[in-house]
C-alpha cells in the first residue's frame, strides 16, 4: 500500500532571492508527520535567482546530494573543493565531522532549479568528502538510471546502504522496479505526469511505501527512486 505525498502539502519557505518546497520537517518548516523516511531526511526543492545563494554555513553527520534541474550553481567548501554544476550534474557532499561551504548562482539572468537531498548515515564522525558526476539525459531514457549507490563504481559511492535512481520517461513508457530484499521506497515525480496503478502523480507528488511498483508516463516525466534500508 503506498501513502501518497502531494505537492501542494510540501512546506513552502523562502526570501525574496529563494523558493523552497519542502517534502520533510526543514528550518522553519515542521509537520510531525513528515520528518523522515527511514534515513531520508530532507528533499527540498530550490529555485535560487540570478546573482544570489547561500553563504558559508555549516553541516555535520549528513550525506548530502544536490541533482540539478536547470540552471548552475556554484559550490565552494572548507576541503577546498570549488565547481559548477548545470543540468545533468550530480554533486555528492559527506558532511561527517563537519564541513563548511557555499552555494550561489552565478549567472546574472538565469534562475537555478535544483533538489537537495539529504540522507542520514550509517554511523558519525565519518570523513567529509566530496564527489560529482554528469549523468546524460539519454542514459536516464525509459530506465532506472544509478546515481548513487555505497558499492558500484559507475555512480557516487554513500556510506547509507541505498540507491537513487532518475529515470526520464517518454510518454506512455513503462517502467517497474521490484526491490530484491526488504525495503523502503520513495518515489518522487521531478516533473511530468505519471500513473502507479490508480495513482495519478504530477510534478512534486510523492508515494512512499515497501512494495515493488510499476510506473506509466502518461505524458513525458523525469522521477527520482530511492531504494532505502
Known amino acids: 500500500m503506498w ?4 505537492a501542494e502539502e510540501r512546506g513552502r519557505t523562502g526570501a525574496k532571492w529563494l523558493k523552497s518546497a519542502h517534502s520533510f520537517s526543514f528550518g522553519e518548516y515542521y509537520n510531525p508527520e513528515a520528518v523522515s523516511f527511514g534515513p531520508l531526511r530532507v528533499i527540498n526543492e530550490d529555485v535560487v535567482a540570478p546573482q544570489s545563494g547561500f553563504p558559508m554555513h555549516p553541516h555535520k553527520d549528513m550525506e548530502i546530494i544536490t541533482y540539478i534541474l536547470s540552471g548552475a550553481l556554484e559550490h565552494r567548501d572548507s576541503m577546498g573543493n570549488g565547481s559548477v554544476i548545470r543540468a545533468g550534474d550530480v554533486q555528492y557532499m559527506c558532511a561527517g565531522t563537519g564541513v563548511r561551504h557555499s552555494e550561489w548562482n552565478p549567472s546574472v539572468d538565469t534562475p537555478v532549479h535544483l533538489l537537495q537531498i539529504w540522507v542520514l548515515p550509517p554511523q558519525n564522525a565519518l570523513p567529509p568528502s566530496y564527489d560529482q558526476r554528469h549523468f546524460a ?8 538510471c ?7 563504481e559507475d555512480a557516487l559511492v554513500v556510506h547509507q546502504n541505498f540507491r537513487l535512481y532518475a529515470s526520464i520517461l517518454d510518454q506512455a513508457a513503462e517502467l ?7 525495503r523502503r521506497l520513495y518515489l518522487h515525480v521531478v516533473q511530468g505526469v505519471v500513473q502507479v496503478g490508480d495513482l495519478l502523480l504530477s510534478a512534486g507528488d510523492a508515494i512512499s511505501g ?4 510499476s510506473v506509466i508516463a502518461t505524458q513525458s516525466a523525469e522521477l527520482l527512486l530511492f531504494d532505502l534500508p
Open 210 to 213: 515497501s512494495e515493488g511498483l
Open 137 to 144: 539525459d539519454v542514459a536516464k531514457l525509459n530506465c532506472w
Open 176 to 182: 517497474g522496479y521490484q526491490p530484491t530484499t526488504a
Open 3 to 6: 501513502l501518497i505525498h502531494r
Open 146 to 152: 544509478l546515481l548513487v549507490a555505497p558499492d558500484r
